[in-house]
Structure formats: structure tokens, C-alpha cells
């Protein structure tokens, strides 16, 4: 039965970060276009964009090792590292525009300045954090990295990690203070607060269980409403596929030629929370360490302060694993149901491919509360079982396809943007460097989607993110004037005396 049909400019599937900060750009570029959301959870930023669901870093690859890889001539590769701080530079000018426009407010709320530091044990691994240090530090994207392997030194950075450390070990770690902590899931909350204000439609509990192209060229989404129970149609002239996790599904039933051949491998992840107030009150930073050899890169582990629920947090982890649900609230039977004819050779070969992964992640699940201790110790020796307790993350859905490079089934860790020929509709699929590069990340798709209007609209997108189109690396001085007013806007530095 159908009780409700309505039609509108722009549909958003899922009310994560990804289909805020498309929403609020769009609102920017062209107020009047109606814009109608659908999430089937009761309230928005549930899933993977919820702040226990995530780690909070504001990804800008000043702590992240995966990020900067050693050459087979032992030099180190910074090109990703430069890409993701450009990019996380966007969604630091775009929250910036938000507040100078007091379209959203107290920027504490969701973002607080965190050093985010690396930290390695064993000399080859002190040797190559030195390289990197040595090779980053140079770049005017990471000024003010420091580097030490002294422990006095270590010792007043973290201290927690460093007390009670028996080893004798080399060890040694990088600092930049300009990290940041990020509450996406408060950030989420104030985007879909100002949608509402500009009169987008928010559906909860609202359930997309198809979509396909209508004879005029639109999209029809039938819509369970969760509620009561009814089924309804909903047309749209442009569709975003913001799930999350529930993407590639939907992506699957768009039936565009995109989407075909590709797949979905879910990683679950677990947090370490850090019950005891003392511990808590030890520790300032975001400390990521190296994988494990066989680790994948969303397993790196990390002891970082957070701030949620208005309070100092310390969690450790996330400690990967696998199950097959693609979204958190998701179902058992997700990755089965995600293979159908078009994409079941591609994902045969992953499986054969992706074998020890998948080995790796189930024993991961399998580690008892003791093991999970004996990881933590690595960065806090003496941690006691009893100050820790556990929390479920969100799960990430690693895009499965076909490439040149790595031939039939090959994983994927970043992000992917799948659109139609014509830019009616659109997916993200994939979720690395995640909700730090949202804001570029829509960018793509407005650009891929509005190729007709991008002329139009590039003063207001210039007005928004003055340094679109530019290279900050390459341009120092705006670099230094960006990174000044973003921080300043956003509270992260003081602002500067006005003397008159
Ligand atoms: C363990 C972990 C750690 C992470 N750490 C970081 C980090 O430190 N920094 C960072 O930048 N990123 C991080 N990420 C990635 C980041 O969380 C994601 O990239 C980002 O939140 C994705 O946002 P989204 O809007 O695409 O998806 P989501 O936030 O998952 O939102 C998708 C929404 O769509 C809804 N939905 C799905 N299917 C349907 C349907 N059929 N009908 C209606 N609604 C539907 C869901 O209920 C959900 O609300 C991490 C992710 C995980 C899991």
C-alpha cells in the first residue's frame, strides 16, 4: 500500500556526514532546489559517522604511518600524505564558512585541537619514523612536526606511555599540534539542524528499499516508513546513496552500469574505553602506532583523547574484525545478498585473493579480554584490566573491483564515488580517510554530477573554500593565511589581539 508520493529536486539516501555536508553545500549553491532526506534510524548520525562509532581524527596524515609508505630504495613516499592533508584543508575552510556564516555555531562542539603524534618501537621502525619526520617536516603542510627518540623528552609528551617502560628498546615518536579531535557525529547533528532550518525535509525511520529510473528520466525510491508500516514513493530529479554501509545495496538496485562488477568486504571494528578518570587525565594526544605485518590499515592502533558527551575520553584501538553486517544496525545476511551474477566473479577472486585477511579479522574477533590487555601494553605497560571496558564501533565496507593494477577482485581502502553517465544519481562507497575528507569528497560529486553548472557556481564554491583549485603546498603564503583563520574561527588558536 502506498499513502504518500512526493516529488523533488534532490533526494539524500542516509543521514550520515557524507549526506550533510552534500546538503549543506548544495543549500549554498542553489538555496531553492528542494532537498528531501531518507534515513532509516530513528535519529541522524547513528551509524558509522556517530562519535563511538569512529575515531574522531580529524585526518590530515600528520600521525597516520599508512599514510607514508618506505620505496624499495628505502626513500619515503609522501604523496598520499600530501593529498589527504590538501584535502582535510577543504573541510577545514568549508566548517570555517559555516561559522563565519553563523549557519552553525560553537565549532567546540564538534572540533578541539589535539596533538596527534606517531609513536614506533625497534630501531628499523625508529629509523624509518626519523625518514618520514625528515621527509614531512620540510613540506609547509607539516610545520611544527618535532621529533624525538630522548626519553626525558618522550616522557613529557606521553607520559602514560612512557612510565613503567621496562624495554630497552630504541623508541621514538613525531608531535605537530596543529591535530585535531572531531566530533563527527555532533558535526552530523548541526549540518541536518541547519538543512531543517533551510527547509529540507527530514525523514526518520524511513527505510529506501529500491530505486529505478522512471520513463521521464527521474528516480523513483519506494520507501518503507517504518512507523506505519506503509510503503512510498518518493521522485527526484538527482539521488545521493549516503548509506553508509547500506550503498552498495541500494547502488545494486539503481541497476546503472556503474555499479556493476563491484563488491563490499565489511570490517568490524572494537574500542578500548578507559574507565578510570586518573588514567584519563594522564594523557593529551592522538598516538598512532604501526600495523602489525598482515594488519590491514584500519587496524592501526591508536590511544587517543577524545572529547564526547562534553567530557575527556581515552580510547584505544579500533581492534578490527570481521562480520558480515554492513552497517552497524545492519543484517547478518548483508554480504551474502551483496553478491549477485555482475559482481560474483570479482568477489570469487577476492576470496581467494583476501584469504589471510579474512583469516587475520576472524582471529581478531576471537581475542580473549587478555589478549586485547597485552596490545594496550604496548602503549601503556602497566594498564590494568579493570579500567578498561569495551565498545562496538562501526563497520567499514572496503570496496571489492577490478583494476589494472591488482587485476580481478582487488580490496580497496579508500573512498569511491560512483555516478551515473548522465550525473543523475550518485553513490560513496568505501570509507578511508572518511568523514575528515567529506567535504572533498562532495566536491567530486557536485563536479562529476553538475558538470553544466560547475562555471556557474565556482565564485560561490571559491567564496566558500578560497583555496579551491589550488595546490596549498604550492602556495605557502595562502597556506599560512588558511591555516591561520580556520584555526582561529574554529577555535583552535587564540585569535590575535586587535590593536587599533
Ligand atoms: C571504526 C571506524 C573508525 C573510523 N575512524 C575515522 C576517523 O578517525 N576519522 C575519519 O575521518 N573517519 C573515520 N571513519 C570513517 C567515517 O566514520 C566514515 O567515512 C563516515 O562516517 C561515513 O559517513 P556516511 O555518511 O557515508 O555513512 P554513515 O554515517 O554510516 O551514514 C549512513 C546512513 O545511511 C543510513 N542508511 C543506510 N541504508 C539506508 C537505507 N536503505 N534507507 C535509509 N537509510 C539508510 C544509515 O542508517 C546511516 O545513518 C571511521 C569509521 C569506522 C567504522
Not at 542516509?14 to 532537498?35: C, D, N, Q, R
Not at 583494476?403 to 579508500?414: D, I, R, S, V
Request: charged share 25%; aromatic share 8%.
Amino acid at each position: 500500500m502506498s499513502d504518500r508520493e512526493t516529488k523533488t529536486d534532490v533526494i539524500l539516501i542516509g543521514a550520515g556526514v557524507m549526506s550533510a555536508t552534500l546538503g549543506t553545500l548544495m543549500k549554498e549553491l542553489v538555496p531553492e532546489w528542494e532537498i528531501t532526506v531518507f534515513e532509516k534510524l530513528a535519529k541522524e548520525g547513528e551509524e558509522s559517522s556517530n562519535e563511538w562509532n569512529n575515531a574522531g581524527t580529524g585526518h590530515a596524515a600528520l600521525c597516520e604511518l599508512n599514510y607514508t609508505v618506505e620505496k624499495s630504495d628505502g626513500s619515503i613516499d609522501i604523496n598520499k600524505a600530501i593529498k589527504i592533508n590538501e584535502q582535510f584543508q577543504v573541510s577545514m575552510q568549508f566548517w570555517s564558512y559555516l561559522v563565519n556564516s553563523r549557519l552553525i555555531r560553537n565549532p567546540q562542539d564538534f572540533i578541539m585541537p589535539l596533538p596527534h603524534m606517531s609513536f614506533v618501537k625497534g630501531e628499523r621502525n625508529v629509523t624509518f619514523l626519523k625518514k618520514r619526520f625528515k621527509a614531512l617536516s620540510n613540506n609547509p603542510l607539516f610545520q611544527g612536526m618535532e621529533f624525538s627518540d630522548e626519553p626525558e623528552q618522550l616522557m613529557e609528551w606521553i607520559p602514560l606511555i612512557m612510565q613503567d617502560r621496562a624495554s630497552n628498546e630504541p623508541i621514538a615518536a613525531t608531535k605537530i599540534d596543529s591535530g585535531t579531535d572531531i566530533n563527527f557525529g555532533a558535526l552530523t547533528r548541526m549540518l541536518f539542524d541547519h538543512l531543517e532550518s533551510k527547509n529540507a525535509v527530514i525523514n526518520h525511520k524511513h527505510n529506501v528499499k529500491d530505486i529505478k529510473r522512471t520513463s521521464d528520466g527521474l528516480w523513483e525510491l519506494k520507501v518503507q516508513n517504518l512507523d506505519s508500516g506503509t510503503v512510498e514513493r518518493h521522485t527526484a530529479k538527482f539521488v545521493f546513496i549516503g548509506g553508509g554501509g547500506g550503498s552498495l545495496h541500494l547502488l545494486q538496485k539503481s541497476g546503472i552500469p556503474e555499479g556493476k562488477h563491484i563488491g563490499g568486504f565489511p570490517v568490524s571494528g572494537i574500542f578500548m574505553v578507559c574507565n578510570n578518570p586518573d588514567i584519563i587525565a594522564q594523557h593529551h594526544a592522538k598516538v598512532y602506532g604501526k600495523a602489525k605485518v598482515g594488519a590491514p590499515p584500519m587496524s592501526i592502533p591508536h590511544l587517543d583523547t577524545r572529547y564526547i558527551d562534553n567530557k575527556k575520553s581515552l580510547l584505544f584501538g579500533p581492534f578490527a574484525g570481521f562480520s558480515p553486517k554492513f552497517l552497524k544496525n545492519g543484517s547478518i545476511f548483508d554480504l551474502v545478498t551483496s553478491v549477485n551474477p555482475n559482481n560474483v566473479l570479482t568477489m570469487l577472486a577476492a576470496g581467494v585473493k583476501e584469504m589471510s585477511l579474512t583469516k587475520y579479522l576472524i582471529k581478531q574477533v576471537m581475542l580473549s579480554k587478555e589478549e586485547r590487555m597485552e596490545e594496550l601494553r604496548e602503549f601503556i605497560p602497566n594498564a590494568k584490566r579493570e579500567d578498561w571496558d569495551f565498545v562496538v564501533a562501526g563497520q567499514r565496507v572496503q570496496v571489492i573491483k577490478d583494476t589494472e593494477a591488482g587485476g580481478k577482485g582487488t580490496l580497496q581502502f579508500g573512498t569511491e564515488v560512483i555516478t551515473s553517465a548522465d550525473g543523475s544519481i550518485a553513490a560513496l562507497l568505501g570509507a578511508s580517510p572518511g568523514a575528515s575528507t567529506a567535504v572533498h569528497v562532495m566536491l567530486e560529486v557536485i563536479k562529476k554530477c553538475f558538470p553544466q553548472y560547475i562555471e556557474e557556481w565556482e565564485p560561490k564554491i571559491k567564496e566558500i573554500i578560497p583555496s579551491y583549485g589550488i595546490s596549498l603546498m604550492k602556495n605557502p603564503e595562502l597556506l599560512h593565511e588558511i591555516h591561520t583563520s580556520t584555526a582561529q574561527t574554529l577555535g583552535l588558536i587564540e585569535k590575535e589581539p586587535v590593536f587599533s
